[in-house]
């Protein structure tokens, strides 16, 4: 059983950052790929950025190219989203999730589809006012 908790989001006003962590337990951490998702309210749950396992491949939605990064600490089992110039649009519950590639074949491979990701987190929210 893989456990992911994320922390980090809050309110911050239009322009500003924030920081979300997503602590991974339970498995292997360097075996699965991460992304994170983000729904908002009465909108389908949509992808926002991925990293491969290795670090050395990450994939973004065009909505938030150029102002989010994504990153991992694989000897601290965690994953983490820095997110600046934030704009209302942003604002909604984040989720991080883990997605199993063991295969060496799959280091550098990623997804943005929900439905390749195992395991899930509870969310955090994050709101941008304007």
């Known amino acids: 059983q893989v456990q992911l908790v994320e922390s980090g989001g809050g309110l911050v006003q239009a322009g500003g950052s924030l920081r979300l962590s997503c602590a991974v337990s339970?498995?292997?951490?360097?075996?699965?790929?991460m992304g994170w998702f983000r729904q908002a309210p009465v909108k389908e749950r949509e992808f926002v950025v991925a990293?491969?396992?290795?670090?050395?491949?990450?994939y973004y939605a065009d909505s938030v190219k150029g102002r989010f990064t994504i990153s991992r600490d694989n000897a601290k089992n965690t994953v983490y989203l820095q997110m600046n110039s934030l704009i209302p649009e942003d604002t909604a519950v984040y989720y991080c999730?883990?997605?199993?590639?063991?295969?060496?074949?799959?280091?550098?491979?990623?997804?943005?589809?929900?439905?390749?990701?195992?395991?899930w987190g509870q969310g955090t929210q994050v709101t941008v006012s304007s």
């Open positions: 999730a883990a997605d199993h590639r063991p295969s060496p074949l799959a280091i550098l491979a990623i997804s943005d589809r929900v439905d390749e990701y195992d395991y």
């Open positions: 339970g498995r292997t951490f360097s075996v699965y790929a």
């Open positions: 990293i491969s396992r290795s670090g050395g491949n990450s």
